[in-house]
Nanobody, 129 residues
């Protein structure tokens, strides 16, 4: 599985941005994978942002982004999205998408990085005040 995140940029506080993560699977359907977004600010650990089950029905968010960010997926396009609204300077980070085969582990503990099997490269989001 190969993941390619894109859509990062330089923005101002209050702006909106949509990140995309295209997934190339090897034999298994994209819907077989739960997907997640994590972020890592300079000098800090990588932290959970949002996750979505394979069907797109169940979603999970960290408290810091709940109500501002929306995770979604288009299984016909093998792509997961992260719509980010009302951006704040503290949202500045490299954003990573990740895939987990099956929904079970993500439904139990979506924020655990160890539950994800594949990771993409980061896309940088910088929000100025």
């Amino acid at each position: 599985v190969q993941l390619q995140a894109s859509g990062g940029g330089l923005l101002q506080a209050g702006d909106s941005l949509r990140l995309s993560c295209a997934c190339a699977t090897s034999g298994r359907s994209f819907a077989s994978y739960a997907m997640g977004w994590f972020r890592q600010a300079p000098g800090k650990e990588r932290v959970f942002v949002a996750a979505i089950g394979g069907s797109g029905v169940r979603t999970y968010y960290s408290d810091s982004v709940k109500g501002r960010f929306t995770i979604s997926r288009a299984n016909t396009k093998n792509t997961v999205y992260l719509q980010m609204n009302s951006l704040k300077p503290e949202d500045t980070a490299a954003y990573y998408c990740a895939a987990s085969y099956g929904d079970g582990r993500i439904f139990r503990t979506p924020a655990s990085a160890g539950n994800y099997d594949f990771w993409g490269q980061g896309t940088q989001v910088t929000v100025s005040s």
